[in-house]
């Protein structure tokens, strides 16, 4: 079955760049997504990107997909301690529900 | 615009008692999905309904079931509770068609907490 997988935990220095990153299994996804988890609340839609491209750019997030290797990475410019979070990164199913990741919790030191 | 509503916040139950928890999509979405996020293991898909129909079901025993009424609102209920379902339950609603189309994704609610005691 498809399965996506990420590191756990994430730690870096505020100011500088953290990336966080994505390996999943479902070659066939149209789209695939970064979700953002701040403690006690739901998940927020970060960014997303189609299938048939490489890079997409957002203000501070930068997302790179690998199709060969299915391989997502999620680069936050600029880290800040209100980016401390649990990012999860999501594929689609066959069009049927997302796939989540175990999500990264990012730890933004001052 | 509301977005999506679930309640209770938080719930308390016995073992081998049985929860109801509810989730109100946004205007006009007509999929709600729901999951279980158990501490440490991730989200892990539960139910997606759409147009009062059951479309997909996650590796769940059938004791997790649920419902979609006429207004896209949905219920789940988990009978038998077991210690291991405490977890934050998650709902999320999308426009079927749409829901696809990276603008949209999921929007997830706050999620309601259940404890199992």
């Known amino acids: 079955g498809e399965d996506v997988e990420q590191s756990l935990f994430l730690s870096v220095r505020e100011g500088d760049s953290s990336v966080i990153n994505c390996t999943y299994t479902?070659?066939?996804?149209?789209?695939l997504y970064w979700y953002k988890q701040e403690p006690g609340a739901g998940l927020q839609l970060l960014t997303y990107?189609?299938?048939?491209?490489d890079m997409k750019q957002d203000q501070r997030l930068t997302v790179l997909l690998n199709k060969k290797d299915k391989h997502l990475s999620l680069r936050i410019a600029d880290t800040q301690t209100g980016d401390s979070a649990i990012y999860f990164c999501a594929e689609d199913n066959y069009g049927q529900n997302f796939v989540f990741g175990p999500g990264t919790r990012l730890s933004v030191l001052p | 615009e509301a977005g999506v509503t679930q309640s209770p916040t938080h719930l308390i139950k016995t073992r081998g008692q049985q929860a109801t928890l509810r989730c109100s999509p946004i205007?006009?979405?007509?999929?709600v999905y729901w999951y279980q996020q158990a501490l440490g293991l991730g989200l892990q898909f539960l139910l997606w309904?759409?147009?009062?129909?059951?479309?997909n079901r996650g590796n769940f025993p059938p004791r997790f079931s649920g419902r979609q009424f006429p207004n896209y609102s949905s219920e789940l209920n988990v009978n038998a509770l077991e210690l291991e379902d405490s977890a934050l339950y998650l709902c999320a609603s999308s426009l079927e068609d749409m829901g696809r189309r990276g603008d949209y994704g999921y929007t997830f609610g706050s999620g309601t907490r259940l404890t199992v005691v």
């Open positions: 479902d070659s066939s996804s149209t789209y």
């Open positions: 309904y759409d147009e009062g129909e059951e479309r």
């Open positions: 205007s006009g979405h007509t999929s």
């Open positions: 990107i189609f299938s048939n491209m």
